[in-house]
């Protein structure tokens, strides 16, 4: 594709919050804690070092009070998630999507649920709000809870109420590429007491201090604040992933090589601050997003053969990246090989449907889930960077619509 950008210039996957020096002062405290508490209109936040580590905790303390073993989760979702429910031993139930969209297929949860069901887990895919309802009501038949991956969407509101909040348990995730990062970090949330209680306890039980572990992080945030700018995003970013698909491996180039142990450990206090920092940016952030990809989603609905992944009316997801669906897998991998390799925010999302990771075969198993792998098979993100100019995004438009006329 031609672009007037220069060639040193690397446009990040996703729309991270741009980091501020200032956020990194050793001085002074902040409680990301109370912050995001605020952020999200919740009783209370328990911070946790990972979205991951979240996950694990809510299930863990769900197990003990339960006894209840399976848990229910989109066939299209970051293997995180089953590596999260493998790591607390419990039987993992792959659900399909519902045709054309990120919820679980109805039918099929329905199918998933009985006695033995401990947690039903819809996800807030990409900034989208999911069918949280439909998710209740099929806990509420078999008495399992309700557990809402809002990894992606801090800051989605559904019928004007913060993700996360609806179900019994929600979570976010604080890595890097999700808006507010403390370079890995988690929330969890829980909407009664004594299931907060049980997860404060869980939490101080499996996920104790580690230097080593917090250093690193440390290091890595530190890293962050120094490369997440575009001219230096083509080392920290571009250069890797053009290797790995230069050897044939999307999986890596996305980061979706994932695997065990998970790691579990406090989130330092340092970094708890330069993240309460930040989140005074948040809003204003998610806003001006908001603003972009509605002009360039109004862009985009205008070419045959495209359709956005967008919320329903009502609804106010987050714009990390715009997740686009294209007629069919040749047309889009036609349009990542274009694209991908460009530097100019174009992606995907996750590579594979989970049974089709052969590293997580193991956990997964074989299940027959046409939506997930439709979906996998033919979607691919743009960027909602602020960086990511009119004129880059006018090339991509005419790349996709190149290879979608006639659709």
């Given at each position: ?12 996957p996703?729309?991270?919050l ?14 990301l804690?109370h ?9 209370s936040v328990?911070?946790?070092c ?9 299930l ?12 229910v989760?989109?066939?299209?979702t970051?293997?995180?998630?089953a590596?999260a429910?493998?790591?607390?031993g419990l039987?993992?139930?792959?659900c ?8 679980l ?9 009985d ?12 900034g ?11 806990a509420?038949?078999?008495g399992?809870?309700v557990v ?10 559904r019928c004007?109420r ?13 890595a ?8 890995e970090g ?21 996920a104790?201090?580690r ?6 992080r ?5 890293g962050?604040?120094?490369?997440y700018r ?10 890797p992933l ?14 979706d090589?994932?695997?065990p142990?998970i ?11 330069v ?10 952030f ?12 109004a ?14 009316a ?15 897998a040749a ?17 995907r ?5 989970l ?23 033919t ?8 960086w990511?100019?009119d ?5 991509i438009?005419?790349?996709?619509a ?6």
């Amino acid at each position: 594709m031609q672009s007037s950008r220069p060639a040193s210039f690397e446009v990040p996957p996703t729309a991270g919050l741009p980091p501020r020096w200032r956020d990194l002062s050793p001085f002074g405290d902040a409680d990301l804690a109370h912050r995001a508490a605020q952020f999200l209109h919740a009783e209370s936040v328990q911070v946790e070092c990972s979205g991951t580590a979240s996950l694990v905790v809510a299930l863990t303390a769900m197990h003990r009070l339960s006894g209840r073993r399976a848990v229910v989760v989109p066939a299209y979702t970051c293997p995180l998630v089953a590596l999260a429910v493998a790591h607390c031993g419990l039987e993992l139930r792959v659900c399909d999507l519902a045709p054309d969209g990120i919820d679980l297929d109805p039918a099929g949860l329905s199918a998933l649920c009985d006695r033995d069901t401990l947690a039903i887990v819809p996800t807030h895919l990409a900034g989208r709000v999911a069918d949280v309802d439909a998710a209740i009501a099929a806990a509420g038949r078999c008495g399992a809870f309700v557990v809402e991956d809002a990894a992606q969407a801090l800051g989605a509101r559904r019928c004007g109420r913060p993700v996360g909040l609806d179900g019994d348990a929600g979570f976010f995730s604080l890595a890097v590429g999700k808006g507010l990062t403390t370079y890995e970090g988690g929330l969890l949330v829980a909407r009664d007491a004594a299931l907060r209680a049980q997860f404060a306890r869980v939490a101080r039980e499996i996920a104790p201090r580690r230097l080593g572990w917090e250093l690193r992080r440390s290091l890595e945030l530190f890293g962050y604040h120094l490369f997440y700018r575009p001219s230096l995003l083509r080392y920290a970013y571009g250069a890797p992933l053009r290797r790995a698909l230069g050897r044939g491996d999307p999986v890596a180039a996305v980061g979706d090589d994932f695997s065990p142990p998970i790691p579990l450990h406090t989130l330092g206090r340092w970094r708890q601050a330069v993240g309460a920092r930040a989140f005074v940016r948040l809003a204003d952030f998610l806003a001006a997003g908001a603003e972009r990809a509605r002009r360039r989603k109004a862009r985009l609905a205008r070419m045959p053969g495209i359709a956005v992944v967008d919320d329903r009316a009502g609804d106010e997801g987050t714009w990390p990246f715009l997740l686009l669906r294209l007629p069919d897998a040749a047309r889009r991998d036609a349009a990542l090989d274009l694209l991908w390799r460009a530097g100019v925010g174009v992606s995907r999302l996750f590579i594979h449907a989970l049974p089709d990771y052969g590293y997580l075969a193991g956990i997964v198993g074989e299940h027959d889930v046409p939506n997930a792998r439709a979906f996998a098979a033919t979607t691919l993100t743009v960027s909602n960077s602020p960086w990511l100019g009119d004129e880059d995004f006018e090339a991509i438009c005419a790349a996709l619509a190149s290879i979608c006329h006639g659709a």
